[in-house]
Nanobody, 120 residues
């Protein structure tokens, strides 16, 4: 099992910044993908950004150039730096860990989510 604890959400004005953190604990995987997803009221959960164990990153088009995902392997932590926030970024942000126990297999774990509200 992998436990994920998110932090860093809150209320921010449009144009402001926030940094989300997600600390992973428990089972270790040499191959994994960590990422952030978000879900706004009445909408489906969507991918925001991911980072692999090799350091490759991927972003949703809506956040490219504004958000940056990074990881600290020593701290088993992934960060999401969010700049130039817009009201449409308002959502519950979830951390996801996907680990590969063996070739071709994946196990998914989710955090409980942290609320991000962008409003004046």
């Amino acid at each position: 099992q992998v436990q994920l604890v998110e932090s860093g959400g809150g209320l921010v004005q449009p144009g402001g910044s926030l940094r989300l953190s997600c600390v992973a604990s428990g089972r270790r995987f040499s191959i994994y993908i960590m990422g952030w997803y978000r879900q706004a009221p009445g909408k489906q959960r969507e991918l925001v950004a991911t980072i692999t164990s090799s350091g490759s990153t991927n972003y949703a088009d809506s956040v490219k150039g504004r958000f940056t995902i990074s990881g600290d392997n020593a701290k088993s932590t992934v960060y999401l730096q969010m700049n130039s926030l817009k009201p449409e970024d308002t959502a519950v942000y979830y951390c996801k860990f996907r680990g590969s126990p063996y070739a071709g297999a994946w196990l998914d774990y989710w955090g409980q989510g942290t609320q991000v509200t962008v409003s004046s």
